[in-house]
């Protein structure tokens, strides 16, 4: 597989969502709209929209359904071209039911990538856990129960349905939908559904036995035995209903209660995995509120809901002491036990300091606010994540007395982000970097020497008589020229090198910490060595023949000969210029 074949196979088959686009600019060079030019499949997984209905249209004017919400993408996505520059941002899509949080940055003239992760099950659990932590041994809100049914699942309509204590007979306690009109129109036509005690059904239990989420293919095939069917017609066909599923809430075995879910037609079950999270947490909710109604909030969370939570969850009090630690903290930590993990001061301990974990801890409970933030961790036991953490402050009797924390780990999506965004800045035919390096990652590393007062150097490199190679032996030949000479080049370079292929044949070649300009000296000497000399090659009839190659390099140093990527490649070229000028075949640097 050829390295082009390679880099479309890994962008399609990336758990990160990509898209490149073409900008639409108006007569005043602002950025309207934009072209779909490739997705992958996390892209159409993520957002709904299939590649072959997409590519080539223009977002706002053909795909969009709201306008002015599409027009709100494109002037977001227009900062990449007038900052010039990555931009990052959170989007809810109404119409997908789901947060987006989206990096873009430009590629080229009027074209840019955006990458796209579903953030909708951190924002959501985030949400349901703070939801059923606050009201832990309250009175149930059903109506705020009934709205995230609708909200996660995306059924236009959700009745929420409790069980009486024998398990059988069951009330509707909430219907949840647009502007309320399901429970509306219910009035209307005189069968008030809200509040209505249902005898046992037999035939509904058996339909529904044994699985969370049962569908029905109408309204009707539901209630075919409570509701008259004169108004369950009624009520599907005002409403254009189709698919109807009931999601059962449990606790150890015993049904809690369910929700009725109504789609519309065209509209399908979203968030599926989510959902059955949220089904599993409420009937811990509903079982813990009957039996431990004198529990407070936080105590409820910490015995009930943290423990068996997907993320790392711990509890801490206003001096930093470890109060409760979930077993999934434990695992994302490596710890050996909740003992060992509790001896750690969060406030205190250097590891946390040092990666801002506790100046952020600090300031949720000195402002009373919740923050959330994102951080590379290795702990003690030799685990690293990167870790998305949620703090929030708990409160007694009016006064912050803690915080509550949970951990995400979020290392594979940031390692797919990390791998996607390396294929974008290297150069597909040499593997070195392409010129976006010389934006991205030189001035970190020239920035990182200005702080620690160290001395780096930069090379400009050209093969000599290039455009001869290519005219006499093919640009196959030169292509296979440019792969061995910058192969060559690498087996030289330590890890904080870097080598840029700036034009054809042009190469920058930049040394990390050097200490002093003769250490360079020897250093371009060697690598000049390397690279000139005889090639062999093969012809397209599987001959060897043999090139000589000879290359001329110039030298500048940071910070003699200037402070910025600019300047020093403006020294650096000048260097080069004297090597050429002395007969090429040669290596310049000015002591």
Not at 56 to 70: A, E, M, T
Not at 153 to 167: M, Q
Not at 301 to 328: D, Q, W
Not at 403 to 424: A, F, G, P
Request: with cysteine.
């Amino acid at each position: 597989m050829d390295l082009e074949k390679l880099y479309a196979e890994s962008i399609k088959n990336a758990q990160c969502a990509y898209a490149y686009h073409k900008a639409v600019f108006d007569d005043n060079g602002a950025m309207t709209d934009y072209i779909f030019l490739d997705v992958n499949k996390a892209f159409e997984e993520i957002t709904g929209l299939k590649k072959e209905n997409i590519i080539g249209r223009r977002f706002v004017r053909d795909i969009i359904g709201d306008k002015v919400h599409g027009s709100s993408w494109a002037k977001t996505y227009g900062r990449v071209f007038s900052e010039n520059k990555k931009i990052e941002f959170e989007e809810y899509s109404e119409e997908n039911r789901k947060y987006f949080s989206v990096r873009a940055f430009p590629t080229e003239k009027n074209r840019f990538v955006s990458l796209v992760i579903d953030k909708t099950f951190e924002k959501k659990l985030q949400e349901i856990f703070k939801y059923l932590i606050d009201n832990m041994g309250d009175h149930i809100d059903y109506d705020s129960i009934a709205k995230f049914a609708c909200d996660i699942s995306g059924a236009d309509y959700a009745a929420f349905n409790l069980f009486d204590k024998n398990g059988l007979d069951f009330t509707t306690v909430s219907i949840q939908g647009v502007n309320n009109k399901f429970k509306n129109v219910s009035k209307f036509l005189g069968f008030d559904i809200v509040g209505k005690r249902w005898p046992y059904d037999p035939i509904k239990e058996e339909r529904t036995k044994g699985r969370d989420i049962t569908f029905f293919e109408s309204l009707y095939d539901l209630s075919e035995n409570k509701i008259p069917k004169e108004i369950a017609l009624h009520i599907q066909n005002a409403f254009k209903i189709s698919v109807v599923a009931v999601a059962k809430i449990r606790k150890d075995g015993k049904d809690l209660g369910d929700f009725t879910l109504i789609f519309k037609k065209g509209n399908i079950l979203k968030n599926e995995e989510l959902f059955l999270l949220f089904l599993s947490q409420l009937g811990l909710f509903i079982e813990k509120n009957r039996l431990a109604a004198e529990l407070s909030a936080n105590q409820k969370m910490f015995y009930a809901l943290a423990e068996y939570a997907p993320v790392g969850f711990l509890s801490c009090n206003t001096k930093g002491s470890i109060t409760y630690a979930n077993k999934r903290l434990i695992e994302l930590m490596g710890s050996p036990s909740f003992e060992v993990t509790q001896k750690i001061n969060l406030l205190e301990f250097v590891n946390l300091r040092e990666c801002g974990f506790s100046e952020k801890l600090e300031e949720c409970m000195a402002q009373d606010k919740v923050i959330e933030y994102e951080f590379p961790y290795k702990s003690i036991w030799g685990r690293f994540n990167w870790l998305k953490a949620y703090f929030t402050p708990v409160r007694e009797n009016g006064l912050v007395a803690g915080s509550n924390i949970v951990l995400d780990d979020i290392t594979e999506k940031k390692m797919s982000e990390y791998d996607l965004k390396e294929k974008v800045f290297r150069d597909p035919l040499t593997k070195t970097y392409n010129r976006h390096a010389l934006d991205n990652k030189l001035p970190d590393r020239i920035n990182e020497m200005k702080i620690k007062g160290l001395i780096s150097c930069i090379a400009l490199l050209d093969i000599d008589n290039f455009k001869d190679i290519n005219d006499n032996f093919g640009h196959k030949a030169g292509d296979c020229v440019l792969k061995y000479l910058t192969t060559r080049i690498k087996k030289e370079l330590r890890e904080d090198d870097l080598l840029i292929r700036t034009g054809g044949d042009e190469f920058l070649i930049y040394l990390h910490n050097i200490r002093d300009v003769k250490n360079a000296s020897k250093f371009i000497g060697r690598i000049f060595e390397k690279i000139s000399g005889s090639y062999r090659l093969i012809n397209e009839n599987d001959q060897p023949y043999k090139l000589d190659v000879r290359c001329s390099i110039g030298a500048s140093f940071f910070p003699r000969d200037g402070e910025s990527v600019e300047s020093l490649m403006a020294k650096a070229d000048a260097a080069l210029y004297k090597a050429k000028k002395n007969g090429k075949s040669n290596y310049f640097i000015e002591y």
